[in-house]
């Protein structure tokens, strides 16, 4: 059965960086992505990496400051968040898909757990 587990996330001041990461086990995806859901919101894509080749894609709001990338060998994905602001404050998720859809399609099967990112001011 695959299994998504977070880590990395934490109490960071505005402006530091944080690096998550997102260790899958089970299953070989073909596709893995990071979102987030600040409180009294929706969830929302951040990025997205397609697994065989590297290709990502990213929500227009973050691309200047994430970056999600993939360790084939440790079947890990990261999201390395730089320049933290106080609204990056929220739970981050780990997703997965086997289907063969695009970086573009928002829909996703496995999910990890979360791990919460606190920006302080």
């Known amino acids: 059965q695959a299994q998504l587990v977070e880590s990395g996330g934490g109490l960071v001041q505005a402006g530091g960086s944080l690096r998550l990461s997102c260790a899958a086990s089970g299953r070989t995806f073909y596709r893995m992505a990071w979102f987030r859901q600040a409180p009294g919101k929706e969830r929302e894509f951040v990025a997205a990496v397609r697994w065989s080749t590297g290709s990502t894609s990213y929500a227009d709001s973050v691309k200047d400051r994430f970056t999600i990338s993939r360790d084939v060998a440790k079947n890990t994905v990261s999201l390395q968040i730089n320049s933290l602001k106080f609204e990056d404050t929220a739970v981050y998720y780990c997703?997965?898909?086997?289907?063969?859809?695009?970086?573009?399609?928002?829909?996703?099967?496995?999910w990890g757990q979360g791990t919460q990112v606190t920006v302080s001011s």
């Open positions: 997703a997965a898909d086997l289907r063969t859809l695009s970086l573009e399609n928002r829909n996703y099967v496995y």
